[in-house]
């Protein structure tokens, strides 16, 4: 038994090291420890997706938020947050702090504009209450100053985030099964005309990706530690 436990630590070992030395991956060794990276090695060979956004991952500090549910917008808030939070206890500039957002799944219409929102009655759909907690909201309330909360919402919106260096990418299989649908219905439109008229309504800046998953592993691999915002 011991001899048989001793081979498979062994086999685990070689088999790590196997996988930390694998192709396209780096160790960086900065004043906090290691870090693993990928990019360096990795070329895209299809022009359907813009992953130049990794490139803009930079710092010491670098952290993906996972928004699968849209909750009350509170993954905007906490990778806002976590920029400030950061910049506050270390001293750094917040332009060296990368938060990256992933928005998927159930928490899609996050990313449309007020019109969509309020056209399609999302608010409604998600159970979101406005920010003066009167009924449904009526506009999307991640997207710019919340203009019924009477408070300093503005800064933890999209495009506050976005115009500050953080990163927002979005899940197009999502995006084709929960936002597309209601412009083919409306509008009487076939999916790729529908699609088009979609994307005439995402917030400016953010960036559709072939999945969420697939965003949520990327910037892992480029440096990002984890964590499930909503």
């Known amino acids: 038994m011991i001899g ?9 070992g070689a088999g790590t090291v196997a996988v930390l ?15 693993l990276r990928t990019g360096s090695s990795l070329t895209p060979v299809s022009r359907d997706w813009d992953v130049s956004w990794v490139e803009r991952i930079h ?3 670098r952290a993906v938020f996972d928004v699968p549910s849209p909750g009350e917008g509170d993954g905007v808030w906490r990778a806002g947050r976590w ?26 219409q996050l990313i ?23 009924g449904w909201t009526e506009s999307n309330p991640v997207s710019g100053a919340a203009k019924d909360s009477g408070g300093d919402f503005d800064r933890y919106s999209l495009q506050y985030f976005i115009a ?8 197009h299989m999502a995006f084709r099964g929960r936002v597309v649908p209601d412009y083919v219905k409306s ?31 990327r910037a892992q691999q480029a440096g990002c530690s984890y964590l499930l915002a909503s």
């Open 59 to 61: 710092g010491d500090a």
């Open 187 to 217: 509008d009487g439109l076939d999916d790729a005309a529908a699609e088009a008229r979609a994307r005439e309504h995402i917030i400016p800046g953010i960036i559709l990706q072939p999945s969420g998953v697939f965003a949520v592993l």
């Open 21 to 35: 030395t694998g192709r396209g991956m780096a160790a960086q060794i900065s004043g906090n420890g290691m870090r």
């Open 112 to 134: 449309m504009d007020d019109e969509y929102w309020k056209r399609f009655d999302v608010g409604k759909r998600l159970k979101m209450h406005s920010h003066a907690g009167k």
């Open 83 to 108: 920029r400030e939070d950061y910049a506050e206890v270390y001293g750094v500039d917040a332009g060296d702090v990368t938060p990256v957002l992933v928005i998927r799944h159930e928490a899609i």
């Open 4 to 12: 048989r436990r001793r081979e498979f630590l062994g086999w685990l």
């Open 164 to 171: 500050h260096g953080g990163i927002v990418l979005a899940c």
